[in-house]
């Protein structure tokens, strides 16, 4: 097996006494993608920032690009690249200008950034925004600024702070186009991001609640994960069954999702009749029942309804 | 540390300057504005006070005495009134600084070698103008009790050089015409680069903290010791232009005499910019609020330096205590030398205490600045 990329062992931080990550462990290989998933408050900012160097970590190990970031964080940053959930660029400095600054600070040569730029800007469809002021940008040309200013230096590995979030459709598919033209070359990248659809494009996930690492591995080992089936039960008023079919045989666990129940069921042709005959029972209004794919999110609900609350007990 | 990151910081704050209108007024206009306030507003002289005089008598010699007055600069007789509330009443009113009172029996005990007196009332609502105008109004007084009793001598058959009395020749140095003005406005330099340089420089880190584009410049290679130099060196380049502009228009607006050496005025800037800087970005980074950082840093520059430096009150008149800190008060080494440069045709070599006392707070506040950052969030 080659050298991780990204190795992390143990990693806490805490923060007024309490945990905001709890022993992580994972490594990411040279070329990969992966995704750091979970609601607000999962602690996948605090991974990214610890492995940026930019925070530091109370126990535990991390190795990025072969270097110790938390005893030496400065070593890493010239051959990686982090780019903050919230923009960070000048909003005072042009397009053009922002990307010379962090060019010069990673000791891009004129003629290399120059190209670089070029290609970069092409590819995010920014081309005619060189002399704009970042602060005039709209918010998702902002994020491909920010992502332009991250690569400008080549960097070996990747962290991107939820760089889709806010970001409108058409921006988001160019970001993700970009990301797969990076790994493509041999760049890592480590993308957290709060939006379920978007984990299925990593090659490895990393689910995080609550600080608690809940899962490691690709999205097909996550899915086999699952000790049963997903059923979708479509209703305007999916809260309402859900309450209605709490404590149902068989049911693992159940998420509103849309215009949807989803339930999680171990034995689908068995419980598929139990589930009808108790809805009807209690007259409420359904558009059927039927067995559809597990996604990253239906795992996922599963998993957090198996995780003990906040005060220890075991659901 | 690494030239090419440090020019990048300097050449963006620079950027950032130029276009934030805030910071460019505080940069160009600020220190323009203060230095005429100071020139034509802080005037510490006296001259054309006005007074009312009540003459009781009318003769000749209290005419004379009049004319006096009248002629000296400091003075103009703008009324004479014929009874003692009037001049009060004037005085309340504000209409005249000094009511001059002349005795009805003046002459009569003047020519019989008595001693007589004037009276004058003055306005002392502002002590310091007060005093001056009761220090012009004895010269002018004493003046003529000498021509006067010069002439009684004469008449009574002395010689003249046998009894004429012991006169002290004054020649003031430096400010030969007493002009407060060219006493303000060399130290006025050490306001603007105290307000100028704690304000720009205060606002540097904790912009980039409010701005949300710190957790992207820590994630960099650039170290603390770059970012600081980075940030700070287009401030002293501002503060040095500032200095040169304020030094053309102290000379070539306000005629105030520059009689010492350029270089001397160089190197005290340079020293006493830096440990503005240092001390306003160390206020910039301990605060990370923009508002917060400039009021700190407004209180421990701006205030020393305009009230315990001798920039206009000066230190010799101070009360023991008050004296002894503004020892420590490093503006006071900075105002001496402007002074000294300005006025007294001062050299790097006569200023090597105040040279070498302001080299050790700029070596202090130096160290203490390049550890004050630290790149973590």
């Not at chain 1, 080659?2 to 070329?31: C, H």
């Not at chain 1, 109370?58 to 070593?75: I, N």
């Not at chain 1, 081309?127 to 960097?155: D, N």
């Not at chain 2, 000294?340 to 707070?361: C, K, N, Q």
Request: include cysteine; charge should be neutral; hydrophobic fraction near 50%.
């Amino acid at each position: 097996m080659t050298q991780a990329m990204v190795q992390v062992d143990g990693l806490i931080r805490r923060y007024a006494g309490r945990a905001v990550i709890e022993n992580l462990s994972f490594a990411v290989q040279p070329g990969e993608i992966l995704g750091l998933v979970g609601p607000d408050g999962a602690g996948k900012t605090t991974t990214l920032r610890i492995l940026a160097g930019v925070l530091p970590a109370d126990s535990g190990g991390a190795r990025v690009a072969a270097q110790d970031v938390l005893h030496d964080p400065e070593a890493v940053k010239s051959v990686i690249s982090y780019m903050p959930q919230h923009f960070g660029l000048y909003e005072d400095l042009t397009v053009d200008e922002n990307i010379r600054f962090y060019a010069e600070l990673f000791e891009v040569a004129a003629a290399a950034r120059e190209q670089r730029a070029r290609e970069l800007l092409a590819a995010c469809g920014m081309t005619p925004f060189r002399r704009r002021l970042a602060g005039q940008l709209s918010g998702g040309m902002k994020r491909k600024l920010g992502l332009v200013c991250a690569l400008i230096h080549s960097p070996q590995v990747l962290l991107l702070d939820e760089p889709t979030t806010g970001v409108d459709p058409v921006s988001r598919r160019e970001l993700w186009g970009i990301l797969y033209s990076l790994v493509f070359g041999g760049v890592t990248v480590l993308i957290s991001t709060a939006y379920f659809d978007e984990a299925e494009r990593c090659h490895r996930l990393l689910l995080l609640h609550r600080g608690r690492q809940l899962f490691w591995g690709t999205p097909a080992e996550l899915k086999g994960m699952l000790p049963g089936a997903v059923l979708s039960i479509a209703s305007t008023d999916p809260e309402r069954l859900r309450a209605a079919l709490a404590g149902a045989d068989g049911l693992l666990s159940a998420m509103a999702m849309g215009d949807a129940l989803h339930v999680v069921v171990n034995e689908p042709a068995r419980r598929i009749p139990e589930l009808r005959t108790r809805l009807e029972a209690a007259h409420l209004a359904f558009d059927g029942i039927t067995t559809v794919a597990a996604t990253v999110e239906d795992v996922f609900a599963y998993m957090v309804s198996r995780e003990p609350d906040q005060r220890g007990r075991r659901p | 540390m690494n030239w090419r990151r440090t020019a990048a910081i300097g050449r963006k704050e620079f950027i950032q300057v130029r276009r934030d209108s805030r910071s460019l007024l505080i940069a160009v206009l600020l220190p323009l504005i203060q230095i005429l306030m100071l020139g034509y507003g802080a005037r510490l002289d006296a001259d054309h006070i006005p007074v009312y005089v009540f003459d009781q008598e009318g003769s000749q010699d209290s005419q004379a005495l009049l004319k006096r007055f009248q002629a000296s600069r400091y003075f103009d007789v703008i009324q004479v009134v014929d009874n003692y509330p009037a001049i009060t009443r004037a005085i309340d009113a504000d209409r005249c600084k000094l009511g001059l009172v002349i005795p009805w029996d003046f002459s009569e005990r003047l020519n019989d070698a008595h001693r007589t007196a004037v009276q004058a009332l003055i306005d002392g609502t502002d002590d310091n103008s007060a005093q001056l105008a009761e220090g012009y109004a004895q010269a002018v007084v004493e003046g003529y009790s000498n021509d006067v009793q010069l002439k009684w001598f004469a008449i009574h058959g002395m010689s003249q050089q046998a009894v004429a009395p012991l006169a002290v020749d004054y020649r003031t140095w430096f400010n030969e015409e007493l002009e407060s003005k060219n006493f303000i406005i060399p130290g006025a330099i050490a306001l603007v680069m105290a307000l100028m340089g704690a304000l720009l420089s205060s606002l540097t880190i904790a912009r980039e903290w409010e701005r949300g584009t710190m957790e992207q410049l820590i994630a960099t290679p650039a170290t603390a010791m770059e970012i600081m130099t980075g940030k700070l060196v287009p401030y002293l380049v501002i503060g040095l232009f500032d200095a040169a502009l304020c030094t053309v228009f102290a000379v070539g607006w306000f005629n105030t005499p520059f009689r010492g050496s350029v270089t001397a005025l160089f190197v005290t800037t340079v020293m006493f910019l830096i440990v503005i800087l240092g001390i306003g970005y160390m206020i910039s980074v301990a605060t990370k609020s923009q508002l917060g950082a400039s009021q700190y840093a407004l209180l421990v520059t701006l205030l020393p330096t305009s009230l315990l430096s001798g920039f206009a009150f000066p230190i010799d008149q101070m009360p023991g205590p008050i004296r002894a800190i503004t020892y420590v008060v490093y503006s006071r080494y900075y105002v001496t030398a402007l002074k000294a440069i300005f006025l007294a045709g001062a050299g790097t070599r006569d200023l090597i205490p105040e040279i070498s006392a302001m080299a050790v707070y700029a070596v202090v506040i130096g160290f203490f600045a390049t550890r004050a950052f630290r790149k973590s969030l």
